[in-house]
């Protein structure tokens, strides 16, 4: 648990395994921010996998034609809310020059 408790104070992902990665961890807001100190435009943030990630069966809905449409049409529309875009483990940032 330490490991865990020093990634959301520092931000800094360290694997625990001698063979791991180092890694940092964004909330929504701070890559917003990133872009802007680059003085890059204000990015439209995604989240990938969305809270889809944290059902169990998910593979069961994707294998399925009417539930997997349902599952793939809800995610295009909450991929961007801002409220949900912490739940998803990876984010996507993308900002048009």
């Known amino acids: 648990m330490e490991v865990e408790y020093r990634t959301l104070e520092t931000g800094e992902i360290v694997s625990p395994r001698e063979d791991g990665f180092r890694g940092f961890s964004h909330i929504p807001e701070e890559i917003v921010a990133e872009f802007t100190e680059a003085g890059l435009p204000r990015p439209s943030v995604y989240g990938l996998e969305g809270a889809f990630w944290l059902y169990g069966d998910v593979d069961?809905?994707?294998?399925?034609?009417?539930?997997?449409?349902?599952?793939?049409?809800a995610a295009r529309r909450l991929e961007c809310e801002p409220s949900l875009l912490g739940v998803s483990g990876h984010l996507l940032a993308v900002s048009v020059t």
């Open 60 to 73: 069961d809905w994707l294998d399925d034609d009417g539930r997997r449409e349902l599952l793939l049409d």
